[in-house]
Structure formats: structure tokens, C-alpha cells
């Protein structure tokens, strides 16, 4: 199974800053790689994929980079409604795995 | 508009079989390239993938518990089905069904399952 780490595992952070997520696969994952958000009692929400593809209706703050093992999801002026957990996901191989999140938190 | 909205009996006993369905609107799954993917989440955690289904009646399972899962599908009424054999408490999670090309683009809301004796 291709093991996801995400890094770091929880970031302080202040409105209007630029963040950097890490995910780093244990095998490439070519560009298979999709970000979600996941805010208190609701579901995930797709935020990137394929690496560094937009998704509609997501704010254009977001964004994602990386191809192989490293990957990054970068927040260009962090707002409050951000305060969230973040996940990579692989789809390249099966059985397809979730890293276990970062969560950012107000500092 | 893509939505799907997961039900289950939301609780059971250990050893019983947990049967999930969810029901979407937006899309067919008999259209080229279509899936519908499982997801749990026990409170608190991860995501764990299970299993997801596709157009043309592939089915991928998670490894780790492949011999307890069986999905399915019913094209005509936009459904597609999970079923969990045996489960034990450390099957008590929320679980997502979702539509799924390699990523999980849209989420039903999840159904709480709690086992527990």
C-alpha cells in the first residue's frame, strides 16, 4: 500500500499568511494526488486534484503543486473559514489511502 | 447537480451484517466512467477507503477487509450498496459514499454506524 505522510501534523497559523502543506507517498504516485478539506461535523470537500488542478467553487487561495512522492497544498492568505483538517489522497494504485491530516489551528 | 445521501441502520450488534445505500442524483452510473466509492471515518480519525464501483460493474475492494465487504450497485434507481459482514466495534464509524474518478469529487453526508452489544 502506498503510505501517505502529511506534515506537519498540526499548524498554527494567522490570518493572511501564506501556508505550505506537505504529503510525501512512499512510492510515486505519478500526479494521482487530491487535496480535501474537512471541517468540524461535515464532510470532506475536494480542494485539488491531480495534484495541482483548481476545482470549481473553491477559492482561488488554494493551490497545489508536486508530481511523485512530494507534494505541497499552499493557502495564499489564510482566512478564518480555513481553520480546517487537510488530507492528501492517492488514486494511483489500490487500495487507495488518505494521508492522516494536518490540522490547522489559530495561533 | 451532483448529490448523495448515504442511510444504514445506524446501530447494530457485533457479529451482524451492516448493509449501506446510497442513493444519488446527477449522474448514472451506467455512463462511461462513472464510480461510486465508500469511505469511513471512526470519530475523531482518518479516512479509510473500502471500495468503489464503476460503469461497467468493476469492483475494487480495500485489501485489508475484502473478504468482508460486497458492493453493488442498481443503475435504475441510482443506488449503489455496501455490505460489511461480522462487524465488531472497530467498524462503529461515519460512512461516506462518494462519486469517484481517482479522486472523491462529491461527498453525501455521511451516516453514523455504531456497534456496540
Known amino acids: 500500500d502506498v503510505v501517505l505522510t502529511q506534515s506537519p501534523a498540526t499548524l498554527s497559523v494567522t490570518p493572511g499568511e501564506r501556508i505550505s502543506l506537505s504529503c510525501r507517498a512512499s512510492?510515486?504516485?505519478?500526479?494521482?494526488l487530491h487535496w480535501y478539506q474537512q471541517k468540524p461535523n461535515e464532510s470532506p470537500r475536494l480542494l485539488i486534484k491531480?495534484?495541482?488542478q483548481s476545482i470549481s467553487g473553491i477559492p482561488s487561495r488554494f493551490s497545489g503543486s508536486g508530481s511523485g512522492t512530494d507534494f505541497t497544498l499552499s493557502i495564499n492568505g489564510v482566512e478564518l473559514e480555513d481553520l480546517s483538517i487537510y488530507y492528501c489522497q492517492q488514486g494511483n494504485s489500490l487500495p487507495y489511502t488518505f494521508g492522516a491530516g494536518t490540522k490547522l489551528e489559530l495561533k | 447537480q451532483v448529490t448523495l445521501k448515504e442511510s444504514g441502520p445506524g446501530i447494530l450488534q457485533p457479529s451482524q451484517t451492516l448493509s449501506l445505500t446510497c442513493t444519488f442524483s446527477g449522474f448514472s452510473l451506467s455512463t462511461y466512467g462513472m464510480g461510486v466509492g465508500w469511505i469511513r471515518q471512526p470519530s475523531g480519525k482518518g479516512l479509510e477507503w473500502l471500495a468503489n464501483?464503476?460503469?461497467?460493474?468493476?469492483?475494487y475492494y480495500n485489501p485489508s477487509l475484502k473478504n468482508r465487504l460486497t458492493i453493488s450497485k442498481d443503475t435504475s434507481n441510482n443506488q449503489a450498496f455496501l455490505k460489511i459482514t461480522n462487524v465488531d466495534t472497530a467498524d462503529t464509524a461515519t460512512y461516506y459514499c462518494?462519486?469517484?474518478?481517482?479522486?472523491?469529487?462529491?461527498w453525501g453526508q455521511g451516516t453514523l454506524v455504531t456497534v456496540s452489544s
Open positions: 512510492e510515486s504516485v505519478d500526479t494521482y
Open positions: 491531480y495534484a495541482s
Open positions: 464501483i464503476w460503469w461497467d460493474d468493476d469492483k
Open positions: 462518494a462519486r469517484i474518478s481517482s479522486s472523491f469529487a462529491y
